[in-house]
């Protein structure tokens, strides 16, 4: 009786049958259960490298493994990479002021900040020069001493011309033989706090210590011109006693930094293969990757990324419950979930510059799902749109059927292109790719990006429209 | 469309009879898979899961992948809200890495009325003490959270009208262990104000009471103590200092021979800080399998794992693969089969406990406070804990007849089914009898229990517990007795 139904409903043979039993496996409760999961505190913001990353890599691995998917990484489920570490050493940096014959410690986040690498011992007096200006600092004798500096002098904002006059000014002063500057700032009330609360967020950045794939050459700079931001309070202990533009103040400075000894880190993408049953068609393998770290703790704040990208890992997760609901499709599908993201796009670039896939396999497409969770339920974005070169036949067809899954038309999503992690497989396997994304909201990158905001029905959904792509792209020639 | 899919939902959906089908037994104990335990357990004991400890975070991480795993079946929780429940301990215990006595310069006066505008440098450390090592607490109520600094007054030998001194007031006294009783001192000085108490031994002599104190009381303090919580009143800091301590001491706070009159302030201030002791929330998982008959759907058969373990000790991973990871897996697979099986008549509740390891803590917390719905009870417990290992056809259960008070029918039960699983015949557990957590349930609820338990091995309580050793095939059978023996327990009345 139901089967009748259900093949005059969609009028075709049995393969229509057993894609609706497929579609109907995917769940939204059981969608909520694996991101209740992977954002719970307990898996703490997922950062690359950390514990959570791999306990969230084993869970995977475990609902994977159980639905009988083949492990296609080059330790079993796991595709490990090596990531190099560097950054700043905490522990070697410093900063300290010396007047009156007594030395005080400068906080490094509380007191002062700075961007920037390099490693210097620097001491010397400091001269106050105001904003900066060109006529401001004519005349001064510079050599050896940092430069003290009102906040945006030498131009303010973030806009690029803002920028090259800044640049500008460190040039001259670096050519005057300046040790540095110091940028002050006289601001007071919610002003200042908001400054002060930049400085410990620049320090945090600083170090925690960056990441990136080894041997890549690192990104050639000159050689390091220190400017450091000072606090607002040590600023005002600074400006005590309104100096007059040009004048020395009766103290020193000195800062030291170090960087910290370079470190490899082995990393996991987990590759889960669901063979095709075509002898020819079952080498090409489509690829869906969602990637599966996210920020960790900043502060103390557990940043869980349900939506970012919890939403993206557990559609593919659906989509596998799916399949082996549905069995071999003719090509192959590689589920990838890759680690890295957030740190530079790091597990894909490891990934598609040595696919993990079984001898005489080769990829053909990725579709890649970031951030599906959030916003208004009919929203769903893509690209490459129309609007892009790289327009292609993925498009195409998730325009035709996202329709069916509650979604009337797709919006575009191009000024994502080159921020999630079908940039790499595009860049480096030169294959169709596209991004399914539902667009950044008021959580997006912050603690509060919790699992209790998400739309889990909406994920089903999603889930739903990739195994109708998936059921698409099985005719004999691909034409994407 | 919708309406199609909701209606495929549906009777794919757990708890829903299957019409016309004759053996739900058989069906129900052919889902149960070795390989699909096997992925589990790898979760389960891998090393990243630090080997669940009561309490960790790992031992969350175990607790969120079972509800994750039940959810997703459509198992329904059984807890009071959710699949959790959750019970508390207060746990004084001392962590040796922060836990310190530091003699510092006193913080130099403010200059000026006007904050700082830099922070100070912290104040210039004159001794410090490491507790477990210089000194130990008399007492386990000294067991507590702390981080007070005081001046230092001495009080000689703590005799009542040097304690009743005003210098005592906001001070820690320092006095020698000898003389007036220690209750009595500890109270003289908490009448004369004082902050707290260090106590030296006589430093011209040679006995070092503290010493040997030092060395059995730091063990328990390590391991840590549910008590209670402290009496925010009654806390009353005391420390110990060994000899060589007490010396070091007196020569830095300038404590001479002879010692000064009762009164005397000494040089700088002493921080007492104590770390590690607080309340802690843990929780055990509870999934309920409601059962099909109106009136024996309120009689509960309950079935326990531990899912905690030892963690790390003496600086090594304890994955606790066998222990309990393999009765735990074993209660998820039958979560499965449940599911699989439909609803049995009376109802089932799957409960994995935790702090078993440090003496049957979750079993105690639920048996003393169950979550059973209103108008519900339960009537038995069938606990599992370490089934994967040692000879595939060796399985031991207890109450045996030997235990002739305790043998019931849960056991004769077992004894009859197991040959079907490949167990011939059932070897006694008796030994363990008390060891886990049926214990509980046999003490605090008065109801017939057995333990199945496949014994220890050369492994037991040791980091070599891995998952590849685990012969997840004997937890399939042992799952799959489970549900033959609950299947069976199904009759009008229950003869146990």
Not at chain 1, 385 to 407: H, I, Q
Not at chain 2, 73 to 79: L, T, V
Not at chain 2, 472 to 491: F, H, P, Y
Request: proline letters at 6%; glycine letters at 10%; one cysteine or more.
């Amino acid at each position: 009786m139901l089967t009748l139904l259900l093949s005059l409903l969609s009028g075709s043979g049995g393969d229509a049958l057993a894609l609706e039993r497929a579609l109907a496996v995917v769940d939204a409760a059981d969608v909520c259960a694996d991101v209740a999961f992977l954002a719970s505190d307990e898996l703490e913001g997922r950062d690359t490298p950390s514990q959570g990353l791999r306990l969230a890599a084993r869970y995977l691995r475990a609902r994977v493994e159980r639905l009988g998917f083949r492990p296609s990484g080059d330790q079993g489920f796991f595709d490990l990479y090596p990531l190099e570490r560097g950054g700043l050493d905490p522990a070697r940096t410093r900063a300290w002021i010396l007047a009156d014959g007594k030395e005080r410690a400068l906080v490094l986040g509380r007191d002062y900040a700075f961007f920037g690498g390099g490693e210097h011992r620097l001491e010397g007096p400091v001269v106050f020069v105001g904003q900066g200006r060109a006529e401001e600092l004519a005349g001064l004798d510079l050599a050896g001493k940092w430069v003290l500096l009102l906040d945006g002098g030498g131009g303010r904002g973030r806009g690029r011309e803002a920028w090259e006059e800044r640049r500008q000014r460190d040039e001259r002063l670096r050519a005057a033989g300046a040790l540095g500057t110091l940028s002050a700032s006289e601001a007071t009330g919610p002003e200042a706090e908001e400054r002060d609360g930049r400085l410990a967020r620049m320090s945090g950045f600083m170090t925690r210590g960056s990441l990136r794939t080894p041997g890549r050459a690192e990104e050639p700079r000159g050689p390091e011109f220190p400017g450091l931001s000072l606090s607002t309070t040590v600023s005002q202990e600074l400006l005590r006693t309104k100096p007059k533009p040009g004048t020395e103040l009766g103290l020193r400075l000195g800062e030291e930094r170090a960087q910290r000894p370079k470190e490899t880190l082995e990393l996991e993408n987990v590759a889960a293969l669901w063979p095709g049953s075509d002898p020819v068609l079952g080498r090409e393998v489509i690829v869906l990757s969602a990637h599966y770290d996210h920020e960790g703790v900043i502060d103390g704040e557990i940043y869980n990324g349900a939506d970012d990208n919890g939403s993206g890992t557990s559609t593919l997760l659906a989509v596998a419950d799916a399949l082996a609901q549905l069995g071999p499709l003719r090509r192959s599908v590689l589920l990838l979930w890759v680690s890295g993201e957030e740190k530079g796009l790091l597990g894909s670039e490891a990934w598609t510059r040595a696919p993990t896939l079984p001898e005489g396999h080769r990829a053909v497409c990725d579709i890649n799902i970031d951030m599906v969770g959030r916003n208004a339920p009919d929203k769903l974005l893509i690209t490459p749109s129309k609007d892009l070169a790289e327009y292609n036949g993925l498009t195409r067809l998730a325009e035709r059927l996202a329709p069916l899954e509650g979604f009337p038309a797709l919006g575009s999503a191009d000024e994502y292109w080159e921020r999630s992690d079908h940039m790499n497989f595009a860049v480096h396997l030169k294959i169709p790719v596209a991004f399914l994304f539902s667009d950044v909201h008021e959580d997006y990158h912050r603690p509060s990006d919790d699992a209790e905001k998400i739309d889990c029905d909406k994920i089903r959904r999603v889930a739903r429209l990739v195994l109708r792509l998936l059921d698409g792209l099985q005719e004999d020639t691909l034409a994407l | 469309m919708r309406t199609l899919s909701l209606l495929l939902a549906l009777l794919a959906a757990p708890g829903v009879p299957r019409s016309g089908d004759a053996v739900p037994l058989e069906r129900a104990l052919a889902t149960l898979s070795a390989d699909e335990i096997r992925a589990d357990l790898y979760f389960f004991a891998d090393a990243e899961m630090g080997g669940r400890d009561t309490p960790s975070k790992e031992q969350r991480v175990a607790a969120r992948f079972l509800r994750a795993r039940l959810e997703q079946m459509g198992f329904p929780p059984g807890g009071r809200d959710g699949y959790f429940h959750e019970y508390h301990r207060y746990q004084r215990r001392i962590d040796p890495e922060r836990t310190r006595l530091r003699l510092q310069e006193p913080a130099e006066p403010a200059e000026s009325e006007d904050p700082p505008l830099l922070e100070p440098p912290p104040p210039r450390v004159l001794a410090e003490f490491a507790y477990g090592t210089d000194y130990f607490f008399p007492s386990s109520d000294d067991l507590v959270a702390l981080d007070q600094t005081g001046e230092l007054v001495w009080c000689g030998g703590g005799a009542k009208a040097d304690l009743a001194r005003p210098e005592v007031a906001g001070r820690i006294v320092v006095c020698r262990a000898t003389g007036s009783s220690s209750r009595q001192r500890a109270r003289y000085a908490r009448e004369g104000g004082a902050r707290g108490l260090i106590l030296l031994p006589d430093l011209g002599g040679e006995e070092d009471p503290a010493a040997e104190e030092c060395r059995r009381t730091t063990a328990y303090a390590l391991r840590g103590l549910l008590m209670g919580p402290p009496d925010e009143d009654e806390v009353f800091p005391q420390a110990f200092l060994t000899l060589a301590a007490a010396r070091r001491f007196a020569a830095a706070t300038g404590l001479g021979d002879p010692a000064p009159a009762a009164g005397t302030l000494l040089r700088g201030e002493l921080a007492d800080v104590r770390v590690g002791s607080g309340p802690l929330a843990l929780e055990n998982v509870c999934a309920l399998w409601p059962g099909s008959d109106p009136e024996l759907a309120r009689e509960v058969v309950i079935v326990s794992a531990h899912y905690d373990h030892v963690g790390w000790q003496g600086g090594k991973l304890h994955p606790g693969a066998d222990d309990n990871g393999s009765g735990s897996m074993g209660l998820l697979a039958l979560a499965e089969a449940l599911v699989e099986y439909g609803p049995l008549r009376r109802s089932v509740l799957l409960m994995w406990v935790s702090g078993e390891e440090k003496g049957l803590w979750g079993s105690a917390a639920w048996t003393q406070d169950p979550t059973l719905p209103e108008g519900h009870r339960a009537v038995c417990n069938l606990n599992i804990d370490m089934i994967g290992r040692n000879a595939p056809d060796y399985l031991l259960i207890t109450p045996t007849r030997a235990l002739a008070k305790e043998y019931n029918g849960l056991t004769r039960l077992a004894e009859e089914l197991a040959p079907l699983e490949g167990f011939p015949r059932l070897g006694s557990a008796d030994e363990y009898w008390e060891r886990s957590d049926h214990m509980n349930f046999a003490k605090h609820l008065g109801i017939p229990v057995a333990f199945l338990f496949s014994d220890v091995h050369a492994d037991y309580h040791k980091p070599t517990d891995t998952v590849e050793k685990i012969d997840c095939d004997k937890i399939r059978r042992v799952t799959r007795l489970v549900l033959r023996m609950l299947d069976r327990l199904q009759a009008d009345e229950l003869a146990l």
